[in-house]
């Protein structure tokens, strides 16, 4: 009753005002809330799991005519599935935003043609720039950003994903990727933000920020979706969608936070991990799903499946004996709308469900209630589709600029011996390694296709890292011989022979496009042929600067030692060749810090914040004793060079005796010792000294990126709270232990007492 009267109230307000006062009047008195339960109250069973069902674009294409629509396919889907969302790519690949206008429009066309006009939602991988989308700008992928340490920074380069994104008629992402890799092979590493807790949170809110930003109505935001919840990343043997075994303190304390950041800063949806945890698919898990994300987290929007994965309940977990259970079991554990993706099963059994009372109408009611919270939320029923011409900066110089920018500040320096870097611009080179010549390893997968195996033919205009260095020095100065394939070896003897005409070799390794399941591999270890590579250039005593660009840390400790330099520039995008080639002469100081402990045996995996019990055996350090070393990574977690150097002085906190609730102050004397301006990342670890539950070696709490002239001296200040003392208990409660801690900055240490005398 209040409600109705509220609205015979507002539509009188709305008639008689002008058309900016309407729509100022509508936002300020007739909240979204509203919108939803009077839309809700109109709908009909079939409409509201129409709103819940989500089907591939592909699916309803002519067979035969990639990239058009079936009008049958597309009329069936929308009013007589009532679909409320429909994802991916039409054939044959990434279209133009004039070409996606059309296929959005097309859908429209459809609703619009329904009793309700309720909007598609349409989702996209966009997750590292509008990457389906021909000509927009593909920025490094996650794990590059994670190592520039630079929040804003990605921030900025997210809203430029939004913008294009939007540009495309596209309102909704399936991005960020929170998930927590424990296992170093893992096929979608790159996709995340690396191996700890506190990085991948404050990324993961840049990014949230930078796709959403105050207002998802806005027609530069999109909403964004988290994924993969929970547990994705954590596979026992590093292969896709195995099993995950996360006690449930372990999973509170370093998996769940990143999500709770994240939510808190108003992420819209959620997408559900493929995977188990414990023995449970998180799909069929009310405990994950309802009891801890809805409940608990407080998360008020979209939870959405990942592809096909309630099929995958009775087909591949085996935890429902038919279609009809997995869906019951997954609705009731909280998934609001399905990735079908290519049929109506979803439909056609819960609508059953319902009718026969299996599944109640409140939960149904819950579910459809996110999801035209969002589409309102969006402004989809006014705005359901973009104007592409009302987007000058796509593709802008500007934002290629910014991706650019975020190439070189993740670009990570890890070996410069006698400062053989930078080189100089006078002397010739070798380009060598299948890596050096490609679009497609820069970019990696999700890059215009799901493997990302086109984009040489869509970034043609971009710059291969060979393109990049004749562009620098000049083709006279630069020879190239790919001497292998990442598989295959194509002619080592060439590749030795030229390079004894060289002053330096640039040899450039790393891994092929792949995500997902057919990225698994056996060994860390990388390919055979490209150790030959590197074996046989190395005979020649020549210096060698070793690029690696791959997606996650392949070993290479087999022949790292006679590498003079390294530098990592994961899966940099499509400015990443120009900021690498700026890094090796010089122009651009490197900066990027590691975002994984980098390994460098294949039986010795452990995290930077590893348990001291992990680290024993570094005493027996010794190069010819490879089993007697248990904690070594090649490189570690935090780790990079910069062209100059940093001293840290004065570490200082403002107490030392803290009671509960205090905060503590903590500062920094960091300065530029070097010859030329860097930028450097200071970080600050916590250290647990004694715990009832083994503490960690250390963990990081605080970072802030600073940039320092030669001889330039900065005081750099953090806060720490009780918060950042904590642990998760046996009883699965956050709690601070009284006891002594240590605060690390760099080398320096200085300690603390919570509420007990030293
Ligand atoms: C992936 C998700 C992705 C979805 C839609 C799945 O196979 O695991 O990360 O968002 O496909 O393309």
């Known amino acids: 009753m209040r409600t109705n009267t509220l609205l015979v109230m507002l539509l009188g307000v709305l008639f008689f005002s002008s058309c900016s006062f309407k729509e100022k009047e509508s936002k300020a008195s007739d909240p979204i809330d509203e919108k939803v339960a009077e839309l809700l109250s109109k709908m009909t069973l079939e409409e509201k799991i129409g709103q819940m069902t989500q089907i591939t674009v592909t699916a309803l294409e002519k067979e035969g005519s990639p990239g058009e629509f079936d009008k049958e396919k597309l009329k069936e889907a929308i009013h007589k599935y009532k679909i409320g969302s429909i994802l991916n790519v039409p054939n044959p690949g990434a279209p133009t935003p004039k070409r996606w206008n059309e296929v959005l429009n097309e859908i429209l066309q459809e609703t619009n043609a329904t009793d309700k006009k309720i909007p598609i939602i349409y989702g996209i991988d966009a997750i590292h720039g509008s990457s389906y989308t021909d000509g927009a700008v593909l920025f490094p992928q996650q794990i590059g950003m994670a190592a520039t340490w630079d929040p804003e920074l990605v921030e900025k380069c997210t809203a430029v994903s939004a913008y294009e994104t939007r540009a495309s ?129 407080n998360f008020k929007g979209i939870v959405v499946t990942d592809w096909q994965d309630i099929i995958y309940l009775h087909t591949r ?118 890596t050096a010549n490609s679009m497609k390893y820069l970019n990696g997968g999700w890059s215009y296709t799901w493997q990302g195996e086109k984009s040489d033919e869509y970034a043609k205009d971009k710059l291969t890292i060979l393109e990049a260095f004749e562009a620098k020095v000049g083709k006279q100065n630069v020879l190239y011989s790919p001497g292998v394939s990442i598989f295959e070896e194509i002619d080592i003897a060439n590749a030795v022979s030229q390079a004894r005409n060289v002053d330096y070799i640039l040899l450039c390794l790393g891994e092929h496009n792949y995500t997902e399941t057919p990225g698994d591999i056996n060994s860390l270890i990388l390919t055979k042929p490209q150790i030959k590579l590197a074996k046989a250039l190395s005979e020649l005593n020549k210096p060698i600067v070793l690029i690696l660009n791959e997606g996650r840390p392949r070993i290479i400790s087999g022949f790292e030692k006679n590498m003079n330099a390294v530098v990592q520039c994961y899966l940099p995008g499509n400015e990443g060749a120009r900021a690498l080639v700026d890094i090796v002469y010089g122009d651009v100081n490197p900066s990027g810090k590691l975002p994984y402990n980098y390994p460098r045996y294949d039986n010795s995996l452990q995290k930077y914040n590893r348990k001291y019990t992990e680290s024993l055996g570094d005493e027996e350090q010794n190069d010819d004793a490879d089993y007697q070393r248990s904690y070594s990574p090649q490189y570690e977690f935090g780790y990079g060079l910069s062209y100059t150097t940093f001293e840290y002085k004065n570490l200082s906190v403002d107490k030392v005796f803290i009671d509960r609730g205090d905060e503590v102050n903590v500062s920094i004397d960091v300065q530029n010792t070097g010859e030329i301006t860097g930028k450097e990342v200071v970080q600050l670890y916590v250290r647990d000294l004694f715990a009832s539950i083994t503490p960690e070696y250390k963990s990081l709490k605080r970072f802030k990126k600073i940039e320092l002239k030669p001889g330039e001296v900065k005081t750099i200040s953090f806060t720490i709270q009780e918060e950042d003392l904590k642990f998760v208990n046996e009883n699965n409660e956050w709690i601070a232990e009284s006891g002594e801690f240590e605060i690390m900055i760099g080398e320096l240490v200085k300690k603390i007492v919570l509420e007990k005398e030293l």
């Open 317 to 434: 977990h085996k935890v429902a004996s038919t279609m009809r259970e997995a869906v019951k079991k997954s609705v009731l554990a909280g998934i609001d709308m399905s990735m079908v993706p290519d049929n109506y099963t979803f439909f056609e059994e819960l609508f059953s469900l319902v009718s026969d009372g299996e599944v109640p109408m409140s939960r149904i009611d819950d579910a459809v209630s996110r999801i035209l919270r969002v589409k309102f939320e969006l402004d989809l029923f006014r705005t359901p589709v973009t104007n592409p011409e009302d987007y000058p900066d796509f593709g802008s110089s500007s934002s290629v600029a910014l991706s650019y920018i975020a190439a070189s500040e993740s670009i990570t320096l890890l070996k410069n011996t006698d400062n053989i870097l930078p080189l100089s611009k006078e002397k010739k080179v070798l380009v060598t390694g299948p």
């Open 169 to 297: 008629s596209i309102p909704w992402v399936f991005s960020p990727d929170l998930d927590l890799p424990r296992h170093p092979a893992w096929s979608r590493l790159w996709e995340s933000f690396g191996e700890d807790t506190y990085l991948s949170s404050q990324m993961g809110v840049a990014m949230v920020n930078g796709f959403q930003g105050e207002d998802i109505g806005k027609s530069d935001r999109v909403a964004a979706c988290i994924k993969h919840y929970i547990g994705y990343g954590s596979t026992t043997t590093g292969k896709d969608r195995t099993p995950s075994i996360i006690p449930e303190r372990v999973l509170r304390q370093y998996d769940l936070p990143i999500y709770q950041k994240s939510i808190e800063a108003g992420a819209k949806s959620v997408m559900i991990s493929s995977g188990e945890v414990n023995g449970t698919p998180v799909h069929a898990s009310k405990k994950l799903i309802t009891d801890i994300l809805k409940d608990e987290l």
